[in-house]
C-alpha cells in the first residue's frame, strides 16, 4: 500500500457530524426528557386522582334537590327509611314517590320545588333520579355484606347529614377500597350504630349479645369487632376476585 510522504506521522481527521453548537442542546435533551418524562406521570397521575376524572365533589343535578342535610341532620330520618333495601341487597335502592308522599302528602304540599313528586305520584311514573356513586361496569360492590360487617354509612358516603345537596366525597379508584380492604379493623363499628352519622367509640355503645359496654379505647374495640364480625382476613379481602366477578 502507497502513503503520501506527506502523511507520514500526521493524523487523520476524521469530518465532523455535528456541529459544535450542538453540544448544549445535547445536555438539554438528556437532562430535559427524564424530567419531562416524570413530569408527565406525575401529571397524569394527579389528573387520574383529580375530581374531574373521578366526580369527587361534583354536585350532580338532580330532577328534585333534595337535601340530605334538612331529611338527615335535621329530621333525624334513618338511611334506611328510604334506602330500605341496604341490609338485604347489593343495591342500595332508591325510594318510591310514594315514601316522599308520605310526609309531602301533608307537608309542603304547595311547594313549586316538589310539583315533579306530586307529577310522579299522580302519574304514577317514577323520578328519574340521577347516580352520584357510580363504579365502573366491571366491578362487582354489594351494599349489604358491608353493612352487616359493621361498615358504617359515612366511611364511603361522607357525612351526609351536611350536605344540602348530594355529592361523591370519596375518589372510589381501587386504590381507595383496597386502602380499606388491607386495613378494615379501623372502619368498624357495632351493627347498630352504622347508619349513625356522628357514633365514636367514646359513645360507650352496649353490646346488644352481652348486656356490656363496648371497649372505648379505638384499638381495643377494632380487634374486638374484627372476631366479632367475622372479618375475612387482608388477603382474601385483596383477592381479585372479591371485586371483579
Known amino acids: 500500500m502507497v502513503v503520501s510522504q506527506a502523511l507520514v506521522g500526521q493524523e487523520v481527521a476524521m469530518p465532523q457530524l455535528f456541529n459544535r453548537s450542538m453540544?448544549?442542546?445535547?445536555?438539554?435533551?438528556?437532562?430535559?426528557?427524564?424530567?419531562?418524562?416524570?413530569?408527565?406521570?406525575?401529571?397524569?397521575?394527579?389528573?387520574?386522582?383529580?375530581?374531574?376524572?373521578?366526580?369527587?365533589?361534583?354536585?350532580?343535578?338532580?330532577?328534585?334537590?333534595f337535601s340530605h342535610k334538612h331529611h338527615v341532620g335535621e329530621l333525624g330520618i334513618d338511611c334506611r327509611y328510604c334506602h330500605n333495601s341496604v341490609e338485604t341487597s347489593g343495591y342500595a335502592g332508591i325510594p318510591p314517590t310514594k315514601i316522599c308522599m308520605n310526609c309531602h302528602q301533608q307537608i309542603w304540599?304547595?311547594?313549586?320545588?316538589?310539583?315533579?313528586?306530586?307529577?310522579?305520584?299522580?302519574?304514577?311514573?317514577?323520578?328519574?333520579?340521577?347516580?352520584?356513586?357510580?363504579?365502573?361496569?366491571?366491578?362487582?360492590?354489594?351494599?349489604?355484606?358491608?353493612?352487616?360487617?359493621?361498615?358504617?354509612?359515612?366511611?364511603?358516603?361522607?357525612r351526609v347529614d351536611e350536605m344540602p345537596l348530594m355529592f361523591q366525597s370519596k375518589t372510589l379508584l381501587m386504590e381507595w377500597c383496597l386502602k380499606c380492604h388491607r386495613n378494615p379493623e379501623s372502619r368498624l363499628r357495632p351493627l347498630g350504630e352504622v347508619m349513625h352519622m356522628t357514633w365514636k367509640p367514646a359513645d360507650k355503645t352496649?353490646?346488644?349479645k352481652t348486656g356490656e359496654p363496648y371497649p372505648t379505647d379505638p384499638g381495643e374495640l377494632a380487634k374486638l369487632l374484627y372476631n366479632e364480625h367475622k372479618i375475612r382476613d387482608a388477603l382474601t379481602l385483596t383477592s381479585c376476585s372479591i371485586c371483579h366477578r
Not at 435533551?29 to 419531562?36: E, S, W
Open 23 to 65: 453540544n448544549p442542546i445535547s445536555k438539554i435533551l438528556v437532562l430535559g426528557l427524564p424530567i419531562m418524562f416524570a413530569g408527565t406521570c406525575v401529571g397524569l397521575a394527579t389528573f387520574y386522582r383529580s375530581g374531574y376524572a373521578t366526580g369527587m365533589n361534583e354536585v350532580v343535578k338532580q330532577p328534585v334537590p
Open 109 to 158: 304540599t304547595g311547594a313549586e320545588l316538589l310539583e315533579p313528586v306530586r307529577e310522579s305520584f299522580r302519574l304514577d311514573k317514577p323520578i328519574v333520579w340521577t347516580k352520584v356513586h357510580n363504579l365502573p361496569q366491571y366491578t362487582y360492590f354489594n351494599h349489604s355484606i358491608h353493612v352487616a360487617k359493621g361498615v358504617g354509612c359515612v366511611e364511603c358516603h361522607d
Open 206 to 208: 352496649i353490646n346488644p
